[in-house]
């Protein structure tokens, strides 16, 4: 029973760290307005092609010891870490979901959320085909909600539209009060717009959830960046990691959280 456990988490993470690979091509070529199909992937700085064995995710980062075969150039470290991350949020999702076809939409959500997380990071953008791509895969759990019975919505034809709305509507306020309050921009378009796809893929209410998280996250860290590593308050922190980890931590624990606050 473990080995059949076992063997079945193991193909889980290799899918994972799969599509991490595939994610990391999405991550540097997409701001670069780059097809993320071709050339194939090749090394930064002396433009060798790289071959099937060096782009086995992770094991060809330490086998190379992190150096490019041909000239001996540095690989970031940043690449086995996408990979592993895209490797335990596919584990935890499997965990969560099982043999499902909510696994399967909550590992490309997650997938496009993973892009979202490093864009963001690496050129303080999220890029309106990303939020785009999103959206239109977000009518997948429309579709399954209505042609397979999942229980993705309460409120009938209105609920998909309220759950895009609602939590982008909320942070689009916020974006706005910001501006009036602070005199500065404090959330960007492209984390209201993003909420969009989040929307409709985990409804209206886990999304004001990952709104709070993200907010409670960034807060926090803000916190540090200022107290503990003595950085300047006007640094401009990219906000859409805190949302992607917000989101995730609302869908695989937000209802066990809201029936907490309810209780209470």
Do not use: Q
């Amino acid at each position: 029973m473990w080995l059949d456990y076992f063997i079945i988490y193991g193909l889980v993470f290799v899918l994972g760290i799969t599509i991490g690979s595939f994610l990391n091509v999405c991550i540097y070529r997409i701001p670069e307005k780059m097809s993320i199909i071709k050339p194939r992937s090749r090394c930064g700085s002396c433009g060798h092609t790289l071959t099937a064995w060096e782009l086995i995710p992770i094991f060809s980062w330490l086998i190379l010891k992190g150096k490019c075969h041909n000239c001996n150039s540095t690989i970031s470290v940043r690449y086995p870490l996408v990979e592993l991350l895209e490797g335990l949020i596919f584990l935890l999702v499997f965990h969560k979901f099982g043999v499902s076809v909510l696994t399967l939409v909550f590992w490309l959500f997650f997938a496009i959320m993973t892009a979202v997380f490093f864009i963001d990071l690496d050129h303080k953008i999220i890029p309106n085909k990303v939020v785009i791509f999103a959206t239109i895969v977000g009518f997948i759990p429309v579709g399954l909600h209505y042609t397979m019975g999942y229980d993705f919505y309460s409120d009938g034809l209105l609920e998909p539209l309220k759950s895009a709305l609602i939590p982008s509507g909320v942070m689009l306020i916020i974006a706005l009060l910001s501006v009036v309050l602070f005199r500065k921009v404090g959330i960007g378009m492209g984390d209201v717009k993003v909420y969009i796809p989040i929307g409709l893929f985990i409804g209206w209410r886990l999304s004001l959830l990952s709104i709070w998280l993200a907010f409670f996250l960034g807060g926090t860290f803000g916190v540090l960046w200022i107290v503990v590593f003595r950085k300047s308050k006007n640094a401009y922190i990219p906000f859409a990691p805190f949302i992607v980890i917000g989101t995730l931590v609302s869908v695989l624990l937000g209802e066990s959280i809201l029936k907490f606050i309810l209780v209470r």
